[in-house]
């Protein structure tokens, strides 16, 4: 059953939609919502995601250009994205989410006056895809403001006819999901996974404390980015949410997320608040002190849910040894780690008022990566990563990658090498969620669709938007 008012298009404004090349000039737009507009940018507050979502007062590609003008955000076309990123080519390939593929490109100095030539991550909506519209524009609105040293910088974007694309500024050490979890990875030392904790509780800090505050509701280890020196920056912001204002204590909303980092009162009721957010921080911290993934099938039936099975232990320093990530060989701070173990259990409280705000999340951490006192004095010689070495593994995992997906529909169509029109935008097929468990084909993406059954049913039966 697709429900009324969740489908795309009534989500998006008439357009942005799949055949939006506008068909009007700019000048000719209704003078109301120009006004509107200009007054929003000149009193430099943010756009909300709901100004421009809002079917009433459709959006032209120009409008959305003019209301972001401030941004400083380039728009590209898919002509230039082939050519920086060598015709989408699986050389580049960096890697594919519910988005579609992202591929590394080089942009020169002469592309664009005032933007440096500097190497970037080019992200192209699949059409075949789970995601659309609706996740592109969120990322365009949200990151294409916001902006702080521990966010992903949104560069630019493209929107031609169907296509999607968001171009990014390009990180280095890829996701900490990779560095926790890939099987050859070399291990994350215990003070860079503080820095790199520390670095994604300020980006969380920035948007809950921001004057229109944003709940970023898809808190995990492969949004989390890495910088050459292991900045930590968050990026995906398709399913962001503006916070609620006035009186309202949270904002009811269809349950997204991915299985395992959502928070338990949102999945069971739909109300979304920062605190949401707070919760999937904790499970996030207890991946990076113990090195598991949040839900592992692999595992024996008690152990697949992480927090299920490390919550009783974190209070308890000796039990919390028995769970530290045994590929640290020992190389952290036991108070440390003990303090941050502490912290994971309480922002994965279940009462969400209970949870501490990402303020005190950031000073407790801070705190943390002073304490190297009682870190043993290990035996080994390190050498330090070269720029060569860094070239060289980016280039083993994007062959890895390459390897795993020779072919996307999305890069081969991108690259004009492929000609399927697209039947339908980012409504998954009822069989296909049925696979997943769910009846109702209004949830998208197919890690969204892995979020419990009954906890949409709930939220359904809440009157959620
Ligand atoms: N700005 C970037 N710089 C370098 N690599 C990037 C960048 N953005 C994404 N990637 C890489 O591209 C891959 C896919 O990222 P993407 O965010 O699309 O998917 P995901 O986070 O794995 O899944 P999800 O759709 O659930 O967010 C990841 O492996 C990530 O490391
Ligand atoms: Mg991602």
């Known amino acids: 059953m697709v429900r009324k008012g969740l489908e795309w298009r009534s989500l998006v404004p008439e357009c942005l939609r799949s055949s939006f090349i506008p068909k009007r000039p700019a000048a000719a737009l209704e003078p109301k919502k120009k006004i509107k507009i200009v007054a929003k940018q000149s009193s430099f507050q943010r ?7 809002n079917p009433a007062s459709p959006l032209s590609p120009e409008d959305l250009s003019t209301s972001l003008v401030g941004s400083n955000l380039y728009v590209f076309t898919l002509a230039e994205l082939r050519l920086i990123t060598q015709g989408f080519s699986s050389g580049n390939f960096l ?16 592309l664009r ?3 440096r030539a500097q190497p970037v991550a080019v992200k192209l909506l699949d059409l075949e895809g789970a995601q659309g519209h609706k996740e592109w524009l969120a990322e365009v609105i949200f990151l294409g403001q916001l902006r702080h040293p521990h966010l992903v910088k949104l560069i630019g974007y493209c929107c031609e006819e169907e296509q999607r694309t968001l171009v990014y500024e390009f990180m280095p050490r890829g996701s900490l999901e990779n560095h926790l979890f890939k099987r050859f990875s070399a291990s994350l030392p215990w003070l860079t996974r503080l820095k790199i904790a520390v670095g994604a509780a300020k980006g969380l800090q920035f948007l809950h404390e ?3 505050p944003v709940i970023y509701r898809d808190f995990k280890a492969s949004n989390i980015l890495l910088d050459s020196d292991y900045t930590a920056k968050l990026s995906d912001f398709g399913l962001a949410k503006d916070g609620p204002e006035g009186d309202d204590t949270h904002v009811s909303t269809r349950v997204m997320g991915t299985q395992g980092y959502a928070a338990p009162e949102y999945v069971m009721t739909g109300h979304l608040t920062a605190k949401s957010d707070v919760y999937s921080f904790g499970v996030v911290l207890l991946e990076m002190l113990t090195g598991r993934r949040s839900v592992d099938k692999t595992r024996p039936s008690r152990e697949q849910n992480l927090v299920d099975w490390a919550r009783s232990s974190l209070n308890d320093p000796r039990k919390m040894a028995r769970i530290i990530d045994p590929k640290l060989e020992g190389q952290y701070s036991p108070k440390a780690a003990h303090k941050a173990a502490q912290l994971a259990y309480q922002c994965l409280r279940h009462n969400p008022k209970s949870r501490p705000l990402m303020s005190a999340v950031v000073d407790t951490l801070d705190a943390l990566l002073a ?3 009682d870190i043993p004095v290990a035996h080994f010689v390190y050498t330090a990563p070269t720029e060569a070495h860094l070239t060289k593994r980016q280039e ?3 062959r890895d990658e390459a390897a795993k997906k020779s072919s996307s529909p999305a890069r081969d169509k991108a690259a004009g090498r492929y000609d399927r029109r697209r039947r339908s935008v980012g409504v998954r097929s009822p069989k296909a969620l049925t696979k997943f468990g ?6 998208r993406n197919k890690d969204y669709a892995r979020v419990y059954q009954n906890a949409a049913a709930a939220a359904r039966s809440h009157g959620a938007t």
């Not at 769910?438 to 949830?443: A, E, G, I, R, Y």
Request: aromatic share 8%; no cysteine; proline share 5%.
């Open 371 to 373: 304490l190297t006192d």
């Open 113 to 115: 006056p005032g933007l």
């Open 95 to 110: 890697g594919e989410g519910g988005f579609g593929p992202v591929h590394k490109g080089k942009v020169d100095d002469k």
């Open 210 to 212: 921001a004057e229109k």
């Open 396 to 398: 083993d995992d994007h």
């Open 438 to 443: 769910f009846s109702d084909t209004s949830l």
């Open 47 to 53: 756009l909300s995601y709901s100004d421009v979502s």
